[in-house]
Structures are given as C-alpha cells and as structure tokens.
C-alpha cells in the first residue's frame, strides 16, 4: 500500500504525449518516403495506415501475455521502438537501391513498428493500475494525451521535420525520443525496475549511436543519396514541396524533383521549343503570357525570344525553386537570366488556385507541370482545370500542356487529350523525341478556327521544315479514346493510369 501512495504516475502522462507523437511520425514518413520513392501516394499511404492500425491491434493483444516487470519490459519496447524506427528511412532506402523486394521490407518493417507502439499503451495503463488505485481518471488522462500527441506529431511533420530536416535525420530524431522515454523511466523510477542499471547501459549505448548517425546525418544521407542518382550531386535541398536535387557529369548538368528527372542540359532545348513554340504559331499576338510551373526559367526563355511578349507571369508554387533558378550560375547560363528579366513576373503560387481566381486574360499559357504522379499533380490535369484555363484565355488565345509520353504513358497521354476537349474546340497533340526522356508529347488547345503561322525565331531544333513532323502519330502511340474515361475533378482516373505504366515503364 505504501508504494501506490508514493507513487507519482505524472511523469508517465508526458511518456504518453511522446511515444504518441513518435508514433505518428513513423506512420507519416514511411508513408510519405514510400510515395517518394514509388509514387502512388494514395496506395502508400492506405496500405501504411492499414498495416499499422492492425499491427498495433496485434501488439495490444500480445499485451496480455506481459504479465510481470512491466516497466523493465515497457523499457525494452521503447528502446526497440527507437532503434527499428530511427533507422527506418535509412534501412528504407538501402532497401530500394540495393534489393528487388522494397516492399517486403516496407510491410515489416511497418508491422514490427505497429507490434511494438500497439504494446506501449497496455502496458503503461497496466503499470499506473498496479501502482495507483484512481484507474478511471488515468485511464482518461492516458488517452488525452494520447491523442493529443497524435495531433502535435501529425502537424509538426509535415510543416517543420520534414521541410527542415527531410527523411533520415527526422526519423533518427524521432527514434531518439523513444530512447529518452526509456532513459525517463529508468532514472525516474529505477525503484520499479528490477536490474536497472543494465537497461540504462543499454539505453545509454543506443543514444550514442543515434547521435553518432544523426551528426553524420548529411554524410549519410549524401551517400545515400548518391545510389538513387547516375551522375554526382552537386546541390540537394529539402524545400517545403519537394526534394530538389542537381547531378553534373561532364556537360551534363541534371535537375531532380523529389526524384524525378525535370531536365537535362543536354537535350533541353527540344522539350522547350517543342513547348512554347508551337502554340505560339496558333496565335498572333503574345502580348501577355502566363507559365504555370516552369519554375527552371527555361520556357522563359524561349518566350523571351518574341520582341511582341510585353509581360509574362511565372506561377511556381515553390519559391525555393525560383530561386535557385535565379542565382544558380549553372542555370543562369541556361535559362539566360530569364527569370530576372524586367518583363518576367514571378508569382510563388499554388497553379490552381491561381487559376480559379485570376480575372486578367492572356493570349498564351503554358502548363509546363510534373507529371501527374500524385493527388495534387493530377488536380492541374482535371476537366476543371482545363475549364479554368479556358476562362484565363483570350478570345484569340491558346494554351498547352505537356503530357506525358504517347509511347511510354499513352494511356495517360490520350487521358490528357480527352479530357482537354470537354473544355476546348480544338485538341492538338503533337509529339517530339527529347533523347533523356524518350519520345515526349503535348496538348494543344483552343477555340475558334486557327491557322499555324511561320517560326520567326531562332531555334536549336525546331525549323518551318520539320514542324509538320511533331504531329503525326505512329500505330504504337495512339489509342482508342471510347476505352479511356475523363479525368474528372472528383473521379480522378490519370493517376490510376499514370501509376499502372510507370511500373512498366
């Protein structure tokens, strides 16, 4: 009796707060990493939510079977909790550079992380129940906290950790918390645990590793890096959107977003002339144009070509992007200062929403976007959309969009198609081989009747004479519409699409 009345179960509400916080974030970031990594953010992040909601209903009924020593055993849960998820992003990453069976390891390694958080809360209710008779309001208070660490975890990912710290380093910070819980417990109540001094040297040996990975964090997460990537990085950075990444080999100078080839230095030029070129031979004044997306400054470039253009207005809704663009000397060199140009307007915005607000007109819009390899990317594809790019459109204006490839994606590409003509007259596809990508295609829209002007500029690639070549179309690359549905706002099937042929791709 006089050790339940002496006991201060206090301290164990703030245990729950962290291991609940921690919690979370594990869920998040494999979730978010597996999307990084795969793509498919809908099928990572049901698939992770769903492992582990019932991986944590298999460790709360092994809870049972823990019948004596709880808090030494509550110990090795959080010092095992710490080690399996701190090292989660890292083994995930050796995982899908090294081995065919990512997924494997993903699905365990979820589990073993929901086996052990799903012991946590039994226990710790169990412990505060032997050791202090007034169960009912700790019981309420466990769970408060509880879910009040869900809500901290969940807001502090994705706006601070993950932005400021990216994938390793998160999950290695997160682990360290589980393994100061454990260390909590054995200087706060080593009287409960039987043999403390062995847990704490254990405690204490995890800690110093943690901390030894977490100074090497950059070291370890460069070289890392460096196994998804052919050539060496020479710039890494984790914005708020994305992972933008450079690799330079030779001449060759390489932009990544969150993985994804954006552009290489050696071939650029055809996927740029072929983008802003030809819809600007289906209009005759270009007065005011607006590019959503192209944040790299280098259809900027190409529109900057035209004497007529009096003002161009860039939406990319990430201002790191722009930046780097504006002052990279690499870049620079590249996209020739465009972005500084007196007549660029640069605009760190959200594409869509611009869109749906916006009440100026312009006579050219150019949709140089990702491709639609996630929910938010495959909104800016939607009949919606499109209708909002009508709505931003002169009478006399047109607009494209790249669209993935016809020959590697054409389900996604002819998607594309049908579901720009629900909004314009007039679709255009037209195609081209950009040699870092494959053969690359567009959509051309507007309304009204056009006639297809003279090039007047000057160009690496395309000439008066080969123009006419961009819009034939092999028996490879085209395919039945009446099989392809629309990519509707609110039945989005592009992604679907999109996720299905990369796999192939």
Known sequence: MEKKKEFDGRLLLVTTLLISICSII???????MSTYLIGDSVKQYSITIGLYMSAMGIGSYLSKKVKNDLFKKFIYVELLTGILGGFSTLI???ANIYTEIYYLIMYLLVIGIGILVGLEIPILTRIIEENNSNIRVNLANIFTFDYIGGLVGSISFPLFLFPKLGFITTALCV????IFVALIIILKYKNYVGNYKTAQVISICVLIAIFMCLIGGDKITKSIEGGLYRDDIIYSEQTMYQKIVITK???DFRLF???N???SSTDEYRYHEALVHIPFLYTPKHDRVLILGGGDGLAAREILKYDDVKEIVLVDIDPKMTELCSTNQEICKMNNNSLTNEKVKILNEDAYKYVETNQEKFDVIIIDLPDPNNETLNKLYTNVFYNYIKANLTDTGVAVTQSTSPYYAKKSFWCINKTAKTQFENVIPYHLQVPTFGEWGFNLMYNGERKMGELTVDTKYITNENISHVFSFGADEKY???KIEVNDMFKPCLIEYYNEEVENW
């Open 257 to 259: 977003l969150d993985g």
């Open 480 to 482: 039945d519409l009446d």
């Open 175 to 178: 682990g360290t918390i589980n």
């Open 249 to 251: 080999h030779k001449d």
């Open 26 to 32: 594990y869920e998040l970031i494999i979730s978010s």
């Open 261 to 263: 080839l954006q552009f």
């Open 92 to 94: 995930l990453f050796l």
